[in-house]
Structure formats: structure tokens, C-alpha cells
């Protein structure tokens, strides 16, 4: 099975016109536009909530080293004897002692605990003395003496003054009372902090990123703009060529088409009348008669199967009115190989050329595949239209085959058809199956 | 010779007879949420003690007023039976008195605050709650 290739076959302006529809999106410009405007985007997202990340370990680091300047620079150096025991003196001594030193920065409330979760001292008067179990974090830096944090859960018990908006960020280490019993001491810190630490981090490497992009869009625009226009001219150039190469082969084909019209035609009709004259001479016997006429027919139905290699050779000018005619000369393909053909066409009336060709086009692939594939004894032509589309379907009793079959190198000709109609603007089925035949279908708008 | 008991009688006199010159302390409420009280010595010197609400914690102030200039006082804070703090101070000035303040914490429930006052036998102490 084979496939013409390109406009072959069609006469000249005739040519299945290969419009590429007009899509923003196929621009390379607009591509690249639109790729780096979405990596921006991706890029102002990611370096967001990396540099959210990076703010916040920052801020957890910072907040860790006031939070063991505090500790054991500050309170616990000041702590009074007695304070773990809850003693009133002790607390107002210490709070006197060290609260404006506590209280400094972002830090907002300090709290110290002993190991049963007792509060024995906080800057938040009203917390001594109460009792909230720790956690189990709490409490491991309670034996391990070292620094966490994270941040706060406002809904404990033990936060019930924190009014803070924007959440609190809260960091333990462990001090030592002057009895020598562990204490853990935390501080809290507004979470505002970490916002701030954010865009402080942030703000330069958006500045790098997003200067960086934007350098490259506007060296990429212009570079790519230059490049598009170059691909377009040779991509113009070498279409030129082929219309050229193809316009050549169309002036080829019609020469040879019109001498074989013109001579061996002619000569082979006018064979053919003679000796069909000749056979009816009444002095001629019965025998030679008989041969006379046998080699007249012979001659007759080799003209039609050269009128038929004629036309798919070099088709007629194609146009609505004289579809019917040239899908008739086309079935004589067909008729020669023993295949009743019927053709019929109605409701194209005003359709375009380059419909009707598309329709001539492919019937012409169908038929070829129905005669060498087939095994048909009878071919079914038929076109039909309306205002907004034109159909054809070719149909014939044959073999057929499992179109639901994976697709091999001998459905060439099946794949030539696709190709074909897809280039043309139309849509194509085919529908077959072993011993039901095939029926080929297309419509193809108008416009 | 003084019989066991005479002694032990006298020994709680000693003890009871400077604070049975203590008068009777009178309480009053301020007009900012502080609270006033003062009272007499077991001297000739007064006494007055305020707290006042101050930031979350109470301000507690002491003063003794002696009528003498350059008396040596030794004064003490106490914040629920326990000494928050400690100091002398001299009587000085137009009104002859010396004043302490000191920020006490403000603990869950009430206050007590008691201000204790020394001089050559005279004792001055001063009660309040907040």
C-alpha cells in the first residue's frame, strides 16, 4: 500500500491547503514569556517558604542565645534562696533584682519551673505558685540541661495570659537554684520577630532572584525575538521550495498526461473504433468476427484503465459541479478490476475547491485501498452535504479487517488517509472488521 | 528571790508593754486602688503604711514620723510573714520622718504586708493588706 506524498496528484492551486492555525501559544515568544513568568512566579512562591524556613531557624537561634544569656547570665546568678520554696521575699527580691534586666528586647514573659511544674517565679505575678504538668520536651531539657523551643500553644492553661497577636515563640533551658535543684527556665518571645527575621532574609534574595530573571527576560525577549524571525524566513524559504518542487512535479505530471491523452489515448480509441468496424463486415467469418470483437473489447477496457491512470495521475480541475464526474472516472479503477462501483452525489452545491479536492482526495486513497486490499465485489461511493459540512463515505463488501489491531507497517495506506484528512481540516473513520467489510467516512466543514 | 513564776510575768510584760503602747491602726481606701493605714508607735513617733496597685506589682510604702531629726531607724518588710527586704534609715527633713518604698509581687490571692519599724526601744509595726 502506498501514500502519495504531499500535493501530489493534484492539479496546480488545487493543493490541499496546510493552514497552521493562528495560536498565541505556538509562538516561541509567547512560550518564553509565559515560562518565565511562570518560573517567577514559582520563584516568588519558593524562595517565600524557604526563606520563611531559614527566618524561623534564625529566629529559634537568636532567640536560643538570649534565651541562655538570660538564664544563666541573669537569673540565675540573682536567685535567691527560698524561691523554689515559694517564699514571698524571695520573690519580691528577685523580681525586683532582675525583671527590667528579664524583660528586655522581644522578650514577653519569662516563667521559671521546678521539676513538678510548679512556677516559682514569672513576670506574671499571678502564675506563682501555680502548677501546670510539663511536657515531655519540658522535661527532657530538664534532664539534659539542653535549649529548645518552638513555638507557642496559646491555648495551655499555663498561657492564659498571653494576649500576644501573631503567636509567641517560647525557648526553655535549664538553670540551677542556689539549693542546687534544677529549675527550667523559659522565655517567650513574640513570633512578629520571625515575620520580621523573614523579610529581612528575604527581601535581598528576592531582590538576587527576581533582578536575575528579569535580566534574563530582557536579554532573552530581544535574542529569541531575532531568532524566531530567522526560523520564520527559512521555514518561509523552504516552504517556497516545496511548492516550487511540487508545482515542477505537477508540470511534469500534466505533460505526461496530456501526451498520453493526446497520443496513445487517441491512438488506442481510434484502434478500438476500427476494429469494432471491421467486426461488423458482413464478408468476414464468424470466427474472425469473434477475435475482432474479443480484441475490441480488450482494447476498450485497457482506454479505461488508462483514463483512470490518467486521472490519478493528473486529477481534473476539481470543483463542485464536477465532483460526480470525477468521482466516476475515479471508480473506473474500480469497474476494471471487476468491482460494481456506485457513485452518487448531492448537496455540494457551492461547497469550496478545496473541499471538494479533500473529498476527490480521499475517495481516491479509499478506492485504492478497496481494489488492492479488499477482495470487494461491489463499492459504494457516496457524497453528501449541508450548508455547514460535506460528507463522504466509501464502502465496500470486502475481506475488511480488525481495525482495532495495533497499527503495522502494511496500514501505511490507512495512516496516509488519517494524515491526508487531518492536513485537509477533517475528520476521518474508518469502521471494519474480518468479513463485514469497510466503510471509510469523512465530513470536512465547509469554511 | 524571785519565784519562777514572778520572772516568767515579767519577762512577757517587757515583752508586751511596748506593743500595748502601739495604737490602734485606722485603715483608708484611695481614690487610685491604693490602700492607707497608719497607727502610733510605742514611742511618741507614727507611723503610715499605703500599697497601691503599680504595673502588675504593689507598691508598698512605710513611713515614720518621729518629730526628731537623726534618729537611726531600722526598718523591715515583710510580705506574707516573710522579709521581703531590710534597711536603716534617718529621720530627717521639714517633718522630721523617713519614707520606704519598695515593689512588692503581686501573688495569687491576698496580700499581707507587714512594716516594722525599731529605735532606742521604740517600735513602730504597721499592717495592711492588698
Redesign the interface.
Known sequence: MSMHAGFAGLPPGKEPRVTVPRRPWANPLVQFVTASLLLFGVTWWATGIFSQRAARSEALADARITTELLAHSVAEPAMPKGLIAGDPGAIDRFDREVLARLLVGDVRRIKIWRGDGTIVYSDETQLIGQRFPLDDEQLSVLNSGATEGGLSNLRRRENKFETEEGGLLEVYTRIESPEGQPLLFEAYYSAETVKQRAVEVLQPFRRITVGALLALLLLGVPLLGVLTLRLTHASRARERLMRRAVEASEGERRRIARDLHDGVVQELAGTAFALSGTAREPSLSPEHRQHLIGWSQALRRSLRQLRSLLVEIHPPDLNAAGLGAALEDLSGTAASAGISTSVSVAGVDGAPDHVVTLVWRVAQEAIRNAVRHADASHLIVEVSGDERQVRLMVKDDGVGFDASAPVTDTSYGLRGLRSLVEDGGGRVQVESGPGVGTTVRMAVDRL | MLTRTTLATLAVSALTLPMAFVAPASASHGGNGDVRTSGSCSGRADWKLKAKPDN??IEVEGEIDSNRSGQVWHWKL????????RGSKTTGGASHSFRVQ???????GT?HFVFRAEHAGQVCRGTISY
Open positions: 502588675g506589682r515583710k510580705h506574707n510573714g516573710s522579709v521581703s527586704a519598695r515593689r512588692m509581687a503581686n501573688l495569687a496580700d
